[in-house]
Nanobody, 119 residues
């Protein structure tokens, strides 16, 4: 059974930075897409970006690509570096995973980590 555990959320002032990490257990091969989503209060969950396997393609959505960076440290770990944070980045951030070489829509989700950007 795949399990995903996020860490690194918290309270940060506007303009600050945070790094989120997600560690996976239960992967049976190297062919897993890992992704980051976020869900703000009253909003639908939205994609932030994804990584196709260790050393594979990484994509970050256009809205945040100048401030957010995704790295795939190894097959089982993905990180999200968030810079110049804005109040509208406040959300619960979720890590997702799918056993695939191309499809990023998760089959598994982490429990989420709260990111709050506020003075």
């Amino acid at each position: 059974q795949v399990q995903l555990v996020e860490s690194g959320g918290g309270l940060v002032q506007p303009g600050g930075s945070l790094k989120l990490s997600c560690a996976a257990t239960g992967f049976t091969s190297e062919h897993y897409v890992m992704s980051w989503y976020r869900q703000a209060p009253g909003e639908q969950r939205e994609l932030v970006g994804f990584s196709i396997g260790a050393g594979g393609k990484i994509r970050v959505t256009y809205a945040v690509q100048d401030r957010f960076h995704i790295s795939r440290d190894n097959t089982n770990t993905i990180s999200l570096q968030m810079n110049n944070l804005k109040p509208e980045d406040t959300a619960v951030y979720y890590c997702g995973a799918r056993h695939s070489s191309y499809n990023y829509e998760p089959n598994w989700w982490g429990q989420g980590t709260q990111v709050t950007v506020s003075t």
